[in-house]
Nanobody, 116 residues
Framework: QVQLVESGGGLVQAGGSLRLSCAAS????????MGWYRQAPGKQRELAAI???????HYLDSVKGRCTISRDNAKHTVYLQMNSLKPEDTAVYYC??????????WGKGTLVTVSS
């Protein structure tokens, strides 16, 4: 199993920035995809940003240009730098890990609240 611990959520004013971190531990395989999904109140969970083991990134259209995902493979950690935050970015952000061995894990989530 792979355990994920998220940090960095909080309350920020519109236009502000936050940096989310997610550290993985346990049975990690070297080739894996990590990233962030988010779920706003009353809405379905959606992909915010992911980065593959080869460094390929994918972003939700609405966060492109404002958010940057990165990873530190030595620390098994993925980061999401979020800038120019908007009230519609308010959501619980969940870290995700998917290994080539078929193991998928989710973090418990960290709340991001953007006030207008």
């Amino acid at each position: 199993q792979v355990q994920l611990v998220e940090s960095g959520g909080g309350l920020v004013q519109a236009g502000g920035s936050l940096r989310l971190s997610c550290a993985a531990s346990g049975s990690i395989v070297s080739i894996n995809t990590m990233g962030w999904y988010r779920q706003a109140p009353g809405k379905q969970r959606e992909l915010a940003a992911i980065v593959t083991g080869l460094g390929t990134t994918h972003y939700l259209d609405s966060v492109k240009g404002r958010c940057t995902i990165s990873r530190d493979n030595a620390k098994h950690t993925v980061y999401l730098q979020m800038n120019s935050l908007k009230p519609e970015d308010t959501a619980v952000y969940y870290c995700m890990y998917a290994g080539t061995d078929g193991i998928t894990s989710w973090g418990k989530g960290t709340l991001v609240t953007v006030s207008s």
